[in-house]
């Protein structure tokens, strides 16, 4: 069975960085596979932020595309989220996910990360 | 900039068949836009029900279709029931490099 479970602060401070990891437990990140990070504000709804293939090609939302950075570890098995300058407008529950063949299959628990001073 | 579209809400009967729709703002919905549908309940992360228009997520009950009406991507419930109270949010993919949009999602509830 694949799971997923995030890591990482659960608070951070306005303009700097948040940094995020999903650990990847049933299934190599090398293997076939394209890596989410989705994110949703507090009582809104859903937001791509980007992904990472397999391979390590990545796409972003082009909203956040000049602040986001998404990269694989596979001696770790598991890919990072970086959100780079962040404001109180990027407080939100951030899902990693594993999307193949059009599906978004496994999500994680998700993990409310807050931007406050 | 691309928004997806979604009812805010809808409501159906107990055992009653409920429709609901994804749009573009500007143009249609096809299958090259590989539509996707999420139920998330509060405090829990989303589920995938459909991809692909109409493939159904492993373990998901099959009174959950999906299928493209029109210039909308739709999701229909038959025979719904109480636990299908949730929000429900479907996801389009537009392409390499721009991937998922996802709508603001519908509130369903059962009454």
């Known amino acids: 069975q694949v799971q997923l479970q995030e890591s990482g602060p659960g608070l951070v401070k306005p303009s700097e960085t948040l940094s995020l990891t999903c650990t990847v437990s049933g299934y190599s990140i090398s293997s076939e596979s394209y890596w989410e990070w989705i994110r949703q504000p507090p009582g809104k709804g859903l937001e791509w932020i980007g992904s990472v293939s397999h391979s390590g090609s990545t796409s972003y939302n082009s909203s956040l595309k000049s602040r986001v950075t998404i990269s694989l570890d596979t001696s770790k098995n598991h890919f990072s989220l970086k959100l780079t300058s962040v404001t109180a407008a990027d407080t939100a529950v951030y899902y990693c996910a594993r999307g193949l063949n059009w599906e978004i299959e496994y999500w994680s628990q998700g993990t409310l990360v807050s931007v406050s001073p | 900039q691309t928004v997806v579209t979604q009812e805010p809400s809808l409501s159906v009967s107990p055992g009653g068949t409920v429709t609901l729709t994804c749009g573009l703002s500007s143009g249609s919905v096809s299958a090259s836009h590989h539509p996707i549908w999420f139920q998330q309940t509060p405090g829990q992360a989303p589920r995938t029900l459909i991809y692909?228009?109409?493939t159904r997520s492993s373990g998901v009950p099959d009174r959950f279709s999906g299928s493209i009406v029109g210039n909308k991507a739709a999701l229909t419930i038959t025979g719904a029931q109480a636990d299908d109270d949730s929000h429900y949010y479907c996801g389009l993919h537009m392409g390499s490099g721009i991937d998922w949009v996802f709508g603001g999602g519908t509130k369903l509830t059962v009454l």
């Open positions: 692909s228009i109409n």
